[in-house]
């Protein structure tokens, strides 16, 4: 069993940055990759990041190439989204989620056991 904390969300204007971060409670955090995905208001959740579970690997949505940097510290258990060039098209709300590693397709909600409540990340223009 995982326990998936984000932080770090808030009111932006276009073209800030932000950092989110998710604890993870449990002393198997290492053994799994991790993403993040956003949903806005009446849209399908969009996957946005992804990492191996020794941080080899990342993955990352079309929308954010370039922009969105994930991260991870084993030793503290976090995963981070740093997101610079903030658009108001990112307004989500964003999720951090945790899967087997080799467990289907990293940019699939379906490969993710577990899932936070969420932070709201809101970009005006």
């Known amino acids: 069993q995982v326990q998936l904390v984000e932080s770090g969300g808030g009111l932006v204007q276009a073209g800030d940055s932000l950092r989110l971060s998710c604890a993870a409670s449990?002393?198997?955090?290492?053994?799994?990759?991790m993403a993040w995905f956003r949903q806005a208001p009446g849209k399908e959740r969009e996957f946005v990041a992804a990492?191996?579970?020794?941080?080899?690997?990342?993955y990352y949505g079309d929308s954010v190439k370039g922009r969105f940097t994930i991260s991870r510290d084993n030793a503290k258990n976090t995963v981070y989204l740093q997101m610079n060039s903030l658009k108001p098209e990112g307004t989500a709300a964003y999720y951090c989620?945790?899967?087997?590693?080799?467990?289907?397709?990293?940019?699939?909600?379906?490969?993710?056991?577990?899932w936070g409540q969420g932070t709201q990340v809101t970009v005006s223009s």
């Open positions: 990492i191996s579970w020794n941080g080899g690997s990342t």
């Open positions: 989620a945790a899967g087997a590693r080799y467990y289907g397709n990293s940019d699939s909600p379906s490969a993710y056991l577990y």
């Open positions: 449990g002393r198997t955090f290492s053994t799994y990759k």
